[in-house]
Nanobody
Framework: QVRLVESGGGLVQAGGSLRLSCAAS??????????MAWYRQCPGKQRELVAD???????NYADSVKDRFTISRDNAKNTMTLQMDSLKPEDTAVYYC???????????WGQGTQVTVSS
């Protein structure tokens, strides 16, 4: 089992920055050997992938956040962060931390943290 807890959301003006953190606990092997990711969901819309990062540290980004967001992870501390710069109102969403256990095709989710960007 894996437990994920997000923090760092809040209200910010357009052009501002926020840093989200995800603390993982439980099966450390599952956490360290699998990819981690940030997803977001706006009301009435499907959850979408924002960025993911492999256990080796290779990152991928959605086109909408490329060059503005930076994902990172610290396997020794079982944490993941998302640095969000140049925020836009369309970034407003609930952001979720995710671990995908590929062996069992299983997703673990945090409870989510609200990010609101005002214009």
């Amino acid at each position: 089992q894996v437990r994920l807890v997000e923090s760092g959301g809040g209200l910010v003006q357009a052009g501002g920055s926020l840093r989200l953190s995800c603390a993982a606990s439980g099966n450390i092997l599952t956490i360290n050997l699998n990819a981690m990711a940030w997803y977001r969901q706006c009301p009435g819309k499907q959850r979408e992938l924002v960025a993911d990062i492999t256990s080796a540290g290779t990152a991928n980004y959605a086109d909408s956040v490329k060059d503005r967001f930076t994902i990172s992870r610290d396997n020794a501390k079982n944490t993941m962060t998302l640095q969000m710069d140049s925020l836009k109102p369309e970034d407003t969403a609930v952001y979720y931390c995710n671990v995908f256990e590929r062996r069992w095709n299983r997703h673990y989710w945090g409870q989510g943290t609200q990010v609101t960007v005002s214009s």
